[in-house]
């Protein structure tokens, strides 16, 4: 069991806070990771399971603002003020302002070469027989609009909504998502807030239910969707290949998940802008942007056959 245990976790992607790694984890005979492309390449060649751990620095190529760290606020807000349960009951208006903002910035994005690199690897792989899984932190869906189709997104996706009265959740592009909400979201901090009545705020067209609609991804303090985290696991248990792709591994339970497949004997490749308080854990480290380190990484194999 690799991450049943965290199921009572929820944390939204790309915006979390740091957690104190187990202490369990702590080995005295690490060596340090190999930065080998040729290495890597020959592990890669005979993969038949590839999982592909994905977090904030695969998508912020794409200029995609993470809304972490210094300089990562909203207006006055940070994430962890708004992506709450208690922030959307109390001022749904301005939950949604952030959102929608969110969500036409990442109209105006499009997929890197590092999104691109996984996609291909995947139609690829699979025509041998073998599988890619992509299984992300990101919200962005920027993934799928590269062309990954077999993608985890745990802590859910800013175009699919769910409806607060009868939890239908839907897949959701409109531009803006509801009339009120045209020209709205402005990030700037002298900007007020629109103060949009509810039943003026996204609403649910199933049936005649009418319900209040959020965005489906998890806030903080819920729990992570039991269903993606078992398939989540069942990828974990059978890769002979994991990859950790730009992510701080500060986010848990994401975190925890490449040093448990490592803690097996698999072999996992990190791509990053810089070290993470996993890295030691892995056989390969590969520093630098993803969208320049991924994609020879994941080029074609000279044994592969097509």
Known sequence: MIVRQFTCRGITSQLCPRLTEPRTWVRQDMARPSSDLAAFREVFSKAKHVAILTGAGVSAESGVPTFRGEGGFWRKWQAQDLATPGAFSQNPSRVWEFYHYRREVMLSKSPNPAHKAIADCEARLRKQGR???????????????????????????????????????????????????????????????????????????????????????????????????????????????????????????????????????????????????????????????????????????DTEVL
Request: hydrophobic fraction near 35%; charged fraction near 20%; aromatic fraction near 6%.
């Open 131 to 301: 599988s890619v899984t992509v299984i992300t932190q990101n919200i962005d869906e920027l993934h799928h609009r590269a062309g990954s189709t077999n993608v985890l997104e745990i802590h859910g996706s800013l175009f699919k909504t769910r409806c607060m009265s009868c939890g239908h959740v839907a897949v959701n592009y409109k531009s803006p998502i509801c009339a009120a909400l045209e020209g709205k979201g402005a990030p700037d901090p002298n900007t007020s807030d629109a103060q949009i009545p509810p039943h003026e705020l996204p609403r649910c067209e199933q049936g005649s239910c009418n319900g209040l609609l959020r965005p489906h991804v998890v806030w903080f303090g819920e729990t992570l969707d039991s269903d993606i985290l078992t398939r989540v696991e069942e990828e974990l248990d059978c890769c002979d290949l994991c990859l950790v792709v730009g992510t701080s591994s500060i986010v848990y339970p994401a975190a925890m998940f490449a040093p448990q497949v490592a803690a097996k004997g698999v072999p996992v490749a990190e791509f990053n802008m810089e070290e993470t308080p996993a890295t030691m854990r892995f056989r390969f480290h590969f520093h630098g942007p993803c969208g320049s380190t991924l994609p020879p990484a994941l080029a074609r194999h």
